[in-house]
């Protein structure tokens, strides 16, 4: 049976006040790493654990953490993405509004880990609960000392800060959260330098997402083996997956990395409402390639879903039942994109303009013949040719909708209505 | 507090004080519920930054307002989790009550309608956010009740005669 481990406090009542979380166990692991591990024991044991990140791209933690140089003349940063923007996704805001001092402890031994003495979490604007949760678990935290100077009585000085975001998916780009928060417009970087080396104030910068931070202290109580048993050998751990659109019971589920998608939504979100069908699901935020039904035995891990032409990207798993239109959800999730494109580069900014122009008039009954072959064109035009992966994922995920239901566009564009309304 | 030392507060957070704009654009915002030219000039001067640099933030970033927005601003998700939970009837609906288009502010100034991106938080689809609050597994009754709520809380001087023909709140 399986253990859940990241929403263990979830459901506690005051699992957010600090008394709660120490009476849990919490901030143990921290005084272990700070009296057992040196910060290059937990970089081998973050690395030793296979522990990728949570935020979507799935890069391995602890090599991330290896690319910071050892000597440094500058301040080394440690910035949380709390950004949690991809439609589809709201594991972050639970565990913040929930279980902040979860996230403080992950922070304070990645920091411990990097050499890095100041954490910014750059939380989005929306989730002010988040923020007050957050702000009030720093206040405990430092109150207690496990925040502050020569933190347990180590020469470990460590402080986080909460940086409000204001309303742009793309801050979820790590080099744009960089410019962001700085100051500037959130638009992404070139990289190299990458923020390892040059990041924050040209500072060394590691950014890690919520969900990944959170695994660090439970690698360092239990060990790398515990967190390599879970789920597929080379991306482990337990995962929070949440779950939304037409299921029975929408939510946030710990379960195994790599646990069937079919299984995750039938047994444990309940499946389609009585008397519908699945149709199609959207297993990683609306980046992510939708998957038509008759794949959903696929695994939810990194490799499994990029074998199958998807992406696990951020467990945002949206169900679809057979009662929608596809081109409506397709054009919606274009026009989302759209929206967010931050204006830096031409495919982006200027292509999906575009494919949300076509989009709509095929939904609306006014499409014409050359309509399927120019969004083809489009996304060709786009994938491959931006600056970072918001146009590569508006292209993917429209790409996978034009093969999969290829049918529902023709049909809008030679009946010259939506078969759906 | 004064906005001027909350702002001070904020920077000492940073090595840099450009880094302080969005917080300082965040509390003024709150202070003054928008982000007129003279508000944006002001927080400039307090940081002591380019001008242009704060107002490139002001009208970047979706949260930041530089028109007026109502006491209430009701910004309902219509993203793809609250869209196949029919978001769209609940913004016709809320259309309808308020008399006023997605993107409008009712005559007496209480009542902001938009739709909003992804809120995060698909699980409680359909959602809304007014203020600091969020409002999840809406449907109409429930739209109902909230409005009739956010207006019982507004003193007579505006408002009065809407919150005396809506029904009491839950």
């Known amino acids: ?421 | 507090m004064t906005m001027r030392e909350k702002i001070e507060q904020a920077a000492a957070r940073y090595p840099d004080r450009r880094s302080a704009i969005m917080p300082a654009l965040l509390i003024a915002q709150r202070q003054h519920g928008h982000l007129p030219g003279p508000v944006l000039e002001e927080v400039a001067e307090i940081l002591g930054v380019e001008r242009i640099w704060v107002y490139e933030l002001a009208t970047f970033y979706t949260l930041f307002h530089t028109e007026p927005v109502g006491k209430f601003h009701l910004q309902l998700c219509d993203n793809v989790s609250c869209m196949l939970r029919r978001s769209e009837d609940l913004l016709r609906h809320l259309e309808d009550v308020l008399g006023i288009e997605k993107g409008g502010t009712t005559a007496d100034g209480l009542f902001t309608l938009s739709t909003v991106e992804c809120l995060g938080a698909c699980e409680m689809a359909p959602v809304m956010q007014v203020g600091d609050d969020y409002h999840g597994n809406l449907d109409i009754a429930r739209i109902d009740a909230l409005l009739a709520r956010l207006r019982a809380t507004v003193p007579h001087s505006i408002g009065a005669d809407l919150a005396a023909a809506e029904p009491p709140g839950e």
């Open chain 1, 1 to 421: 049976m399986f253990e859940p481990v990241l929403l263990k406090n979830v459901y506690v009542p005051d699992g957010h006040l600090i008394a709660t979380y120490e009476a849990g166990g919490g901030y143990r692991a921290l005084e272990k790493a700070l009296k057992e591990y040196t910060p290059h024991d937990i970089v081998e044991l973050v690395k030793r654990s296979n522990l990728r990140g949570r935020g979507g791209a799935g890069f391995p933690t602890g090599m991330k953490w290896s690319f910071v140089p050892k000597r440094a003349d500058k301040p080394k940063y440690l910035c949380c993405n709390a950004d949690e923007g991809e439609p589809g996704t709201f594991k972050d805001r639970i565990i913040m509004e929930r279980d902040p001092h979860q996230l403080i402890e992950g922070m304070a031994i990645s920091a411990y880990a990097i050499g890095a003495e100041v954490a910014y979490v750059y939380v989005r604007g929306e989730y002010v609960l988040a923020i007050r949760r957050l702000e009030q678990a720093i206040a405990e935290a430092e109150a207690k000392g496990y925040l502050g100077a020569r933190i347990l009585g180590s020469d470990f000085n460590f402080v986080v800060h909460v940086h409000c975001g204001a309303g742009a998916y793309i801050c979820g780009e790590e080099t744009a959260m960089l410019d962001s928060l700085e100051g500037k417009r959130a638009q992404p970087r070139l990289k190299p330098p990458f923020p390892a080396v040059a990041g924050l104030y040209a500072s060394p910068t590691v950014i890690n997402n919520v969900e990944t931070l959170v695994c660090v202290p439970h690698i360092v109580a239990r060990g790398a083996d515990w967190f390599r048993g879970i789920g597929p050998e080379k991306s482990p751990g337990p995962k929070l997956y949440c779950v939304s659109g037409h299921v029975r019971k929408p939510g946030l589920y710990e379960l195994p990395m790599g646990i069937p998608l079919r299984e995750l939504i039938e047994d444990h979100a309940g499946g389609p409402p009585t008397g519908r069908k699945i149709k199609a699901v959207i297993p990683g935020g609306v980046s992510a390639p939708v998957i038509p039904e008759q794949g959903l035995d696929v695994g939810m891990d990194f490799d499994s879903l990029a074998a199958v032409g998807s992406m696990l990207g951020s467990a945002g798993v949206i169900v679809v039942d057979d009662t929608t239109c596809m081109v409506r959800v397709a054009t919606r999730i274009i026009e989302f994109f759209h929206h967010e494109s931050c204006g830096k580069c031409t495919p982006c900014r200027e292509g999906l303009n575009w494919v949300v122009k076509v989009l709509r008039r095929i939904e609306a009954g006014e499409g014409a013949a050359g309509d399927m072959e120019q969004l083809d064109m489009l996304c060709k035009g786009i994938f491959g040719n931006t600056f970072c992966a918001l146009g590569d994922g508006a292209a993917m995920g429209l790409r996978a909708s034009l093969t999969h239901f290829r049918d529902e566009f023709v049909a809008h564009i030679e009946e010259r209505r939506c078969p759906f309304v």
